[in-house]
Nanobody, 125 residues
């Protein structure tokens, strides 16, 4: 069973930036498609971004142009660079891995087999 570990969350003012990281001992994002999702209190889980590597990426409409998903093939890690943060970006952020191949980047959470415990992002106005 793969274990995903997110880090990098925190509190920031609107307009600021954060970089989330996701490590997966026993599973490499160099091999499998990965994604970031988020969930605010009282709201449904929302897709943020998905990647199959290099330029194969997809983004949720609300984060296009502000967030960048990437991976480090050497480390097998997944990242989410978040710029120009807004209060509505606040929530728990989860990384996910498909765990099977072939794969293509997906914003459908049912495509992902492995999930992390989440890291909290809070953006104040």
């Amino acid at each position: 069973q793969a274990r995903l570990e997110e880090s990098g969350g925190g509190s920031v003012q609107a307009g600021g930036s954060l970089r989330l990281s996701c490590d997966a001992p026993g599973l490499s994002f160099a091999t499998f498609c990965g994604a970031w999702f988020r969930q605010a209190p009282g709201k449904a889980r929302e897709a943020v971004a998905g990647t199959a590597g290099d330029k194969m990426t997809r983004y949720g409409d609300s984060v296009k142009g502000r967030f960048t998903i990437s991976r480090d093939n050497a480390k097998g890690s997944l990242y989410l660079q978040m710029d120009d943060l807004k209060p509505e970006d606040s929530g728990m952020y989860y990384c996910a891995a498909m765990g099977y191949r072939p794969c293509s980047p997906s914003l459908d959470d049912s495509s992902y087999l492995y999930w992390g415990q989440g890291t909290q992002v809070t953006v104040s106005s």
